[in-house]
């Protein structure tokens, strides 16, 4: 019976410092973070799966137009098939933009946020891209990045740089190159709150980087009263842990 016991308070407290430690899932502040939605933009007939940004693209929640411009792409060509090149992190659609030289594209999102609160950003990328001859371009060395950055309403702006993975660079491209990697970034509001700007800016000479399933969620951070309950919960487990191993005495 001391046993079971033991069990279930520990699976409790588990339960409970998972619950505490974990982002408010399924609340986005973004709009349209898999880039699902849009309107415009060119298809060539030499690049089926890619929506090019010809000054008509339109992807609500974001500006598009950071550097030279940035573009959707599809995992789907236009019959319905596949893409041999592209495949979705989430949804049908992502982003990308490239870089070359000291010309840098990316796209941005302003959204809003509560005082003194703590959020989460995610995403996932990867590397690669095709240009107009149908080759693939990336420079499978220096690799590239994108510089995500975070203005407004915070205590001061926030700002890193995630580099893409050069194992999941495919120099052939005679195969799908979109092997994605997610990445976090947490950061917290001024005591005021207001609106906050999301930038990506694309790093890498001659190089193109992808993005998809861009969410920002509000981090579950306790009360105090509630971070005292899962302490006392803690070391209520080892006393429990401790009178087991010397029998049990005093104990029901």
């Not at 709009?31 to 309107?39: A, K, L």
Request: with cysteine; glycine share 12%.
């Amino acid at each position: 019976m001391m046993a079971r016991r033991t069990e279930f308070t520990g699976i409790v407290v588990a339960i409970a410092i998972t619950c505490w430690i974990a982002p408010a899932h399924g609340v986005n502040l973004l709009t349209n973070g898999s880039f699902e939605i849009w309107s415009g933009g060119y298809t060539p007939t030499t690049q089926p799966d890619r929506i090019f940004n010809d000054l008509t693209l339109s992807v609500p929640g974001w500006n598009f137009a950071i550097g030279l411009s940035s573009d959707i792409y599809r995992d789907k060509n236009a019959t319905g098939a596949q893409s041999s090149y592209y495949d979705a992190a989430h949804g049908d659609y992502l982003a990308g933009s490239g870089s070359f030289q000291t010309t840098h594209e990316g796209i941005s999102q302003t959204f809003t946020v509560a005082p003194n609160t703590t959020y989460q950003l995610s995403f996932e990328m990867a590397p690669g891209g095709l240009n107009y001859s149908g080759s693939w371009i990336e420079n499978a060395t220096l690799g590239s990045s994108w510089l995500v950055e975070l203005t407004g309403a915070l205590p001061s702006a926030v700002s890193n740089t995630f580099n893409t993975n050069l194992a999941h660079f495919n120099a052939t491209g005679t195969t799908n190159p979109l092997a994605w990697t997610p990445q976090t970034l947490s950061f917290t509001s001024n005591a005021v709150g207001g609106s906050v700007l999301l930038k990506f800016t694309a790093f890498g000479d001659l190089t193109h980087v992808f993005l998809d399933n861009v969410v920002v969620e509000r981090m579950v951070v306790p009360e105090p009263g509630v971070a005292g309950l899962l302490l006392a919960g803690t070391v209520g487990l080892g006393v429990v842990r401790r009178l087991h191993r010397g029998g049990g005495r005093g104990i029901a």
